[in-house]
DNA sequence: TTGCTTGCAAAAGGTTTGCATTAAG
DNA sequence: CTTAATGCAAACCTTTTGCAAGCAA
């Protein structure tokens, strides 16, 4: 088995989860796929794989696996929908305003953001989640081309 | 009027949209209350103020507000509601895990992310948005006090 | 065994949409 | 005048919920 996955079905039962099936499925899944799938995506996938999972079992799961800060959810303004990430490193999202990409990125240092936020809200910080939005290359050619 | 709404004013107009009363008490509420409030909670609280408006109005003005980038929208994994704030100056966002609240913070530059991103994804970047999570004051206090 | 988890379907509820009316430019 | 914006209600659709049956531990 993958280390990734290894790693992450660790941490899910030291937070006290029992493991199934279908949240190893799920949890495969996410890791291997960088497309940041809504759990409708997720639902259709693994049935088509001929595997037996409910869509509520995929928003049960999904729900536990944001508890354990393992996945992460990204709320899209272009298609109201909710979409999850596997967050195995730290890295940001960057959105397509024109057709909803996202794409990651991971050239930017949020690692003192934790720290500011503590020391400027006195929240105890948990986690984080960063968004540019704007045009993603292709959109920008199709719209020049419109021209 | 204060000089942040006429500021915000033109903004509008210069976007090519019209001014109704309807927008210019949407936005002094933005602009005059840091409180993020939700559609429904805008609608309500003009509502109280004898002031004639819809709830559709209040939803087409945001999403327009949202196009011109003088507001942002935060969805909340707390009350699965769409929280609106006006982004007069650069900030991020600070949510309690618990209660769901949302206060600012702003000792954390962002000015280079736009930059990072448009190099590093090739989107042509037009804002962003930054978020933290985990548990205000409050409710540290009052998870404390149940041990 | 024990009670967390699954799965199905129904329900919820925030947001969007259609359309006739109104008003901004 | 012309066209965009408003307001009302109905429709939408993603996500949540209730509960019986199933399965980790």
Redesign the pocket.
């Known amino acids: 088995m993958a280390e990734e996955l290894e790693h992450a079905l660790q941490q899910v039962?030291a937070a006290?989860?029992?493991?199934?099936?279908?949240?190893k499925l799920i949890l495969d899944y996410l890791i291997n796929h960088e497309t940041h799938p809504?759990?409708?995506m997720i639902y259709q996938d693994l049935q088509q794989q001929d595997e037996?999972?409910?869509?509520?079992?995929?928003?049960?799961?999904?729900?536990?696996l944001l508890g354990t800060q393992l996945v992460l959810a990204i709320?899209s303004?272009q298609?109201?929908?909710?979409h999850y990430d596997y967050f195995g490193h730290p890295h940001y999202h960057a959105i397509c305003t024109n057709c909803g990409r996202i794409v990651d990125g991971e050239n930017f240092d949020f690692s003192q953001l934790p720290n500011t936020a503590a020391n400027e809200t006195g929240y105890l910080i948990t986690g984080y989640e960063a968004t540019v939005k704007g045009l993603c290359p292709e959109c920008q050619r199709k719209l020049e081309n419109q021209k």
């Not at 298609?79 to 909710?82: L, S």
Request: proline share 3%; glycine share 6%.
């Open positions: 039962k006290g989860y029992k493991m199934t099936p279908q949240r809504t759990a409708e037996q999972i409910s869509l509520a079992t995929v928003y049960n799961t999904l729900e536990m709320d303004d298609d109201g929908k909710r």
